[in-house]
């Protein structure tokens, strides 16, 4: 698991979710996603504040959201090297001060054969055999 941040809202309401009524002040954090294989990401989110929490791989442009929640967690798929823009926005009205809140994100890359089923893998049967109905790249094989 990585180091939990600490992150200060600014003073300004320049960012909106899609799952969000407009929210108030915001924080924004960048990440690059690091290792070998495909990564399950989990973003958890600390704060006594309301807020809303979403993910894109731009800063400034909202179409490229992957994904937007309102509860303190949210897990999403992303590729090493892939730069991910984590907003978090309050989301009371009226808006209470400035504060903070605790960010921790934890990565865990996708592998295939170890019993876990993670999307994208349609099966994960333990191994990576061939012939039993899961292939190496954890897909259902048809017959």
């Known amino acids: ?6 992150v200060s809202l600014n003073e300004h309401n320049l960012l909106t979710a899609s799952c969000g009524d407009g929210g108030a002040r915001e924080a924004v954090l960048m990440h690059t996603v690091t290792g ?3 990564q399950r990401i989990e973003i958890v989110v600390t704060s006594a504040v309301q807020h809303q929490l979403s993910v894109r791989t ?3 442009l909202g179409e490229t959201e992957l994904a937007c929640s309102k509860d303190e967690s949210l897990v999403l798929l992303a590729y090493p090297g892939e730069t991910l823009f984590i907003i978090v926005e309050q989301n009371e009205t009226p808006a209470p001060a400035p504060g903070t809140f605790l960010i921790e994100l934890r990565s865990t890359p996708l592998v295939c054969g170890d019993g876990e089923l993670v999307p994208p893998e349609t099966c994960d049967d333990g191994n990576t055999q061939p012939g039993d109905g899961c292939d190496e790249s954890c897909q259902l094989e048809t017959r």
Do not use: R, Y
Not at 1 to 6: C, F, G, R, V, Y
């Open 1 to 6: 698991a990585d180091t939990p941040t600490t």
């Open 36 to 38: 070998e294989a495909l």
């Open 58 to 60: 731009s800063c400034s």
